[in-house]
């Protein structure tokens, strides 16, 4: 049994980690987190929600919704006739200028993913051709097989990017990417930090037979060290997305939410809709504002 000196130190001591929990808390709950919105993605279709956006007019409704409950950026894919997922300048043009319109106050990145169909080149073009303020760019498609010709296409776009004052989100697929990475700066690949810092979105789940992540899985990226990066956020595959987005904003991440990775809330039920994950997501943190996102991504109004 313990003496009545020795209980009052272990008061001490779990009142002290108790404190210093709650100050953790506080500190994580009063920083902007963005918010990012992924309402679609390249392969779902209504099939696998009646309410996933697959017309410009439903991107810009669900944005809308989602900008309403607390997002500050979209990430968005375009769809062709048949709702199959498509790299189209004027598909790209008639989003932005409807997001422009519709809901001024969110940002819009667009995404090059090549879904198996697209080539480094057909990437580029489509980003050099829409000229967005901010785009997602898979590192290991526009590096492609890094032979010297990949390479010297990869090394002329984030240049050109630069050049014209495009925000590109590198995304990372592992720790291992994410090193490949890091030699590509070193090599003068990708521009060096001094251009304004990388910002890299990290994958979780992408890699695991049943396409579901692990909050743990952020730990391996943590490890491979992203301190000298402007910014970091995840996005993570299924139904544990809310609990691997608590674990991005604890180590000091921003989030990417929605129905291109998951369909489900914390609780395991389908979500109705894509402004449900968000607003799910902005009651546990101080979600970032317009602002507050162009400058933590270094863009401009």
Known sequence: MLSHHHASILSMVILSSCANQYWIERFVMTQPTIIMAAPNGARKQKSDHPALPVT???TVAA???CCDAGASILHAHVRDEDGAHV????????LLDAMRNAVPEMLVQIT???VGRY???EQSDIVFAVKPDFVSVGFAEMIGDASADAVAHA???YHQAQAQNIHVQHILYSPENLIAFKNAIADGIVPSASAG????LLVLGRYTADFQSDPDDLQAFIKADMSDFASWSVCAFGYREFDAMQAAITAGGHCRVGFENNLHLKDGTLAPDNATLVRQLAQSCTPATRAE????LGGSN
């Open 63 to 65: 944005a809308k919704a």
């Open 56 to 58: 410009i007019a439903e």
């Open 87 to 94: 790299l189209d300048a004027q598909r790209y043009i008639s």
């Open 293 to 296: 996102t162009l400058a933590l």
């Open 112 to 114: 090059t993913e090549a």
């Open 155 to 157: 090394r002329d776009f």
């Open 197 to 200: 810092g990388h910002h890299v």
């Open 119 to 121: 080539s480094p080149q």
